[in-house]
């Protein structure tokens, strides 16, 4: 992915707004949960990484400028030891017309040859993190980023709440896990990535968020969907039913004549104020017993209808 904009259809002029919508819209047709084609994976794919880079506007604004590539990844900074070099108060100025050009050379001796290209790898620390420590004493460096994908359940995601990791060294970590956190939603532990060299603070640790479906809801948003069985007669002669929400069960009034995939809405119920959506599913008995067959067909001798609505001619 070189071009994140284009991987979510859009230009550098784009709205946070419009750059949350277009994921959005990716993620409907093309997570791998809803469409197979590998295709649309590659698609989902690339616009996961694309709202995890822009949806920081501190991070969109460093890609924008130049300064990270469209993986987070810091950009070599050849300027930065020109302009170091250069510098009247610099001790270390007095070797810059010694053969070495600019500093970017000298860190290619110390480091093989890597300072043109940055830390490489899954990195954003780069060497725009080294200073001096003084002459002879080496430098000191900002510590590597490090990304990690998490797998969270619906419910906390959906509620909020806390897991425990253990990162690459062996420490364990509590991470609190946002209200409403999305598929996808990137979290940042701030000194929690590589360790510094030198004087130099640790990087930060990127947990990438993968939401597990759940069998009983769907989200859209901060919008739910449930779907709730309901008998023949509460079908028919409507009443107060019991529904789950997210925070346990109410009591909803259902409209009589009721039909299965109709929809009702709980205003507030889902996620962070959002609204949840019921929707219906009439189901017969187990077993339809001769009492009621010999209803319905009574019934049906003077009240038949089309529920499919064929037209004639």
């Known amino acids: 992915m070189d071009d994140p904009y284009k991987a979510l259809g859009l230009t550098k002029s784009a709205s946070q707004d419009e750059i949350k919508k277009a994921y959005r819209k990716i993620a409907k047709t093309d997570h791998p949960d809803l469409n197979p084609d590998p295709a649309a994976a590659e698609r989902f794919k690339a616009a996961s990484a694309a709202y995890d880079l822009l949806k920081d506007p501190d991070q969109r604004a460093r890609f924008d400028a130049g300064e990270i590539d469209a993986t987070g990844q810091e950009r070599a900074q050849q300027r930065y030891y020109r302009d170091f070099a250069e510098r009247g108060d610099n001790p270390y100025r007095q070797y810059s017309s010694a053969g070495y050009g600019d500093f970017s050379d ?3 001796d110390l480091f093989g040859g890597r300072a043109g290209g940055g830390m490489g790898g899954n990195t954003s620390g780069g060497f725009e993190g080294f200073r001096r420590s003084g002459a002879g004493q080496g430098f000191d460096m900002r510590g590597q980023d490090m990304r990690f994908d998490l797998d969270v359940d619906f419910m906390t995601a959906a509620k909020g709440g806390s897991t425990r990791i ?3 060294g062996g420490d364990a970590l509590e991470v609190q896990i946002p209200e409403g956190a999305e598929d996808g939603q990137t979290i940042r532990l701030r000194g929690k990535g590589g360790p510094g060299y030198g004087k130099g603070a ?12 759940h069998p009983d809801w769907r989200r859209d948003g901060n919008d739910v969907t449930t779907t709730l069985p309901i008998t023949i007669d509460e079908a028919v002669l409507g009443g107060k039913v019991e529904v789950p929400t997210l925070d346990g ?39 339809v017993d001769d009492e009621l067959a010999e209803f319905m067909r009574k ?15």
């Open 106 to 108: 000298v860190f290619d």
């Open 166 to 168: 253990v990162l690459p």
């Open 202 to 213: 640790a990087g930060d640790a990127y947990l990438t968020l993968h939401v597990s479906p």
């Open 249 to 287: 069960a109410v009591s909803m009034n259902l409209p009589r004549g009721a039909s299965s995939g109709q929809k009702l809405r709980l205003k507030g119920k889902g996620i962070k104020g959002g609204n949840q959506y019921v929707e219906l599913k009439v189901v017969l008995p187990p077993q």
């Open 299 to 313: 019934w049906r001798e003077d009240h038949a209808y089309d529920a499919r609505g064929r037209k004639g001619g």
